[in-house]
């Protein structure tokens, strides 16, 4: 099975560090995904969500408000301002991380960015 190494970091230390099959990211550009073997980039992110796909098949998605992204041929690094994960281990802080994740792109006031988008993307994983 092909993995890749992603590590996601914010200033208080870091969230997720694990192999995974492939992830979204939200580029300024526009969302792109990442599997083994991507070509190496560095890229700035928008407000947005990653959604990471496991290695066992199951999906993790973070909600993030900015950062970047270095991307090489075995690893990926992405440092953000502020994250919030949308899939809690304990199902009763689920609402509370969804609203937490909202307060957080809310906060972004980035045009380029369609924000109701952003929203109803979070509030799918309700």
Do not use: C, R
């Not at 041929?73 to 937490?100: M, Q």
């Amino acid at each position: 099975m092909s993995t890749i190494k992603l590590s996601i970091v914010t200033p208080t230390g870091e969230i997720f560090n694990d192999d995974v099959k492939s992830l979204t990211l939200p580029g300024k550009e526009g969302e792109f995904g990442v599997l083994e073997g991507h070509a190496s980039l560095v890229s700035s992110l928008t407000v947005g969500v990653i959604v990471i796909e496991k290695t066992d098949s199951s999906t993790e998605a973070i909600a993030i408000n900015w950062g970047y992204v270095n991307v090489s041929e075995s690893a990926v690094d992405v440092l953000v301002d502020g994250a919030v994960s949308l899939n809690p281990s304990d199902s009763s802080t689920t609402a509370a991380n969804i609203e937490t994740a909202k307060e957080l792109v809310n906060s972004v006031q980035d045009s380029n960015v369609s924000m109701a988008a952003v929203n109803a993307k979070i509030s799918s994983f309700a």
